[in-house]
């Protein structure tokens, strides 16, 4: 099974901070990673998906960025409603898999 | 609107079944993948199972393998989760979610288990 790894696990930010979130894949997976965004009480939300494509309606402070096995999410000035955890998650093989989460807090 | 609706959770015993919903609506179920992703209370999320658009393929977690089956019946735009042999440890959110790269999330649907 592909491992994801993600890190930090959680971080303290302020508005107007950039932030970003790793992903590293135990092995290569091409560009098939989604990162997804979850506030407490919700379902998950997509934000990207392969790898660095926006999802339509998602702010574009929001970015993807892939480097090999490596996978990162950056929030380029985190707003108010940007608090939230985030996972990635290969769909590149069978099992998928999601990173263990960020939880990105003030 | 792409629109996912999960029921049939509950408190089930430890050993007993349950079987999931997922009514979908607003996009061309039949053509769609669907996944089932479920998530333990204050933890992450963990990728449960998918059945390919024509259901003739299906995969899952090690997990659940051998206990639980996706099923999907596209005259009804519905995706289930027939879950058997519970465990404790399958205590979860059970969220439904569109295609291979989870596009649309449903709500969600609670199942405890406990005796």
């Known amino acids: 099974d592909i491992q994801m790894t993600q890190s930090p696990s959680s971080l303290s930010a302020s508005v107007g901070d950039r932030v970003t979130i790793t992903c590293r894949a135990s092995q290569g997976i091409g560009n098939d990673l989604g990162w997804y965004q979850q506030k407490p009480g919700k379902a998950p939300k997509r934000l990207i998906y392969?790898?660095?494509t926006l999802q339509t309606g998602v702010p574009s402070r929001f970015s993807g960025r892939e480097s090999g096995t490596e996978f990162t999410l950056t929030i380029s000035s985190l707003q108010p409603e940007d608090f939230a955890t985030y996972y990635c998650?290969?769909?590149?093989?069978?099992?998928?898999?999601f990173g263990g989460g960020t939880k990105v807090e003030i | 609107e792409v629109q996912l609706v999960e029921s049939g959770g509950g408190l089930e015993q430890p050993g007993g079944s349950l079987r999931l919903s997922c009514a979908a609506s607003g996009f061309t179920f039949s053509h769609s993948a669907m996944t089932w992703v479920r998530q333990a209370p204050g933890k992450g999320l963990e990728w449960v199972s998918l059945i390919s658009a024509s259901g003739g393929s299906a995969y899952y977690a090690e997990s659940v393998k051998g206990r639980f089956t996706i099923s999907r019946d596209s005259s009804k735009n519905t995706l289930f989760l027939q879950m058997n042999s519970l465990r404790a440890e399958d205590t979860a959110i059970y969220y439904c979610?569109?295609?291979?790269?989870?596009?649309?999330w449903g709500q969600g649907t609670l199942v405890t288990i406990s005796s």
């Open positions: 392969d790898a660095y």
């Open positions: 979610a569109r295609d291979i790269q989870h596009s649309y």
């Open positions: 998650l290969q769909y590149n093989s069978f099992p998928h898999t």
